[in-house]
T-cell receptor, first 113, second 114 residues
Framework: EDQVTQSPEALRLQEGESSSLNCSYTVSGLRGLFWYRQDPGKGPEFLFTLYSAGEEKEKERLKATLTKKESFLHITAPKPEDSATYLCAVSVAGGTSYGKLTFGQGTILTVHP | DSGVTQTPKHLITATGQRVTLRCSPRSGDLSVYWYQQSLDQGLQFLIQYYNGEERAKGNILERFSAQQFPDLHSELNLSSLELGDSALYFC?????????????FGDGTRLSIL
């Protein structure tokens, strides 16, 4: 069974204090790893897709990286507006759950001014 | 704004009742996905439709059903509701039927069963 585990469950940072969120996965036939941001009362907002080990994507203060077993979301000099729940999800090749995204439980990030 | 529209935003009903949740995908998207989000289970995949046809199924209860109409909007029907069905229900869409494409989510319907 495909599994996605995110750590830590919650992370509290001071503004400007850089850190990383982890997403480890156990799947057969990874087709894509996705990072989303979710604000309270809202749906997940798409951030990045990573397809193969060694790939990196950047957007403003966020940088996502991928290895064969895990992905990291690096947050550089975070601001209070970066506070949100960050979700990691994977899609796999074929099978009866073709379009399914399997999500981790998320990391709740709080950035204090 | 993701471009995915879900109605209603909130729904309060009683056990044993039946409700219908509606989703309009982003313009041009042919695939629609339904997910359930609860505090203990996180985001769980329910079902996918592509261009009107059921494409993939997750752990969707037999009391739940969905369909996608010719105009590509989708409806999720929940019947014989139980207290445990209280959750956020999200719809997502993507352009094609490809597993490596990101899905774009609406802001969900919050279902409360009293």
């Amino acid at each position: 069974e495909d599994q996605v585990t995110q750590s830590p469950e919650a992370l509290r940072l001071q503004e400007g204090e850089s850190s990383s969120l982890n997403c480890s996965y156990t799947v057969s036939g990874l087709r894509g790893l996705f990072w989303y941001r979710q604000d309270p009362g809202k749906g997940p907002e798409f951030l990045f897709t990573l397809y193969s080990a060694g790939e990196e994507k950047e957007k403003e203060r966020l940088k996502a990286t991928l290895t064969k077993k895990e992905s990291f979301l690096h947050i550089t000099a975070p601001k209070p507006e970066d506070s949100a729940t960050y979700l990691c999800a994977v899609s796999v090749a074929g099978g009866t759950s073709y379009g399914k995204l399997t999500f981790g439980q998320g990391t709740i990030l709080t950035v204090h001014p | 704004d993701s471009g995915v529209t879900q109605t209603p935003k909130h729904l309060i009903t009683a056990t044993g009742q039946r409700v219908t949740l509606r989703c309009s995908p982003r313009s041009g998207d042919l695939s629609v996905y339904w997910y359930q989000q609860s505090l203990d289970q996180g985001l769980q995949f329910l079902i996918q439709y592509y261009n009107g046809e059921e494409r993939a199924k997750g752990n969707i209860l037999e009391r739940f059903s969905a369909q996608q109409f010719p105009d590509l909007h989708s409806e999720l029907n929940l019947s014989s509701l139980e207290l445990g069905d209280s959750a956020l229900y999200f719809c997502a869409s993507s352009p094609r039927d490809m597993v490596n494409q990101p899905q774009h989510f609406g802001d969900g319907t919050r279902l409360s069963i009293l």
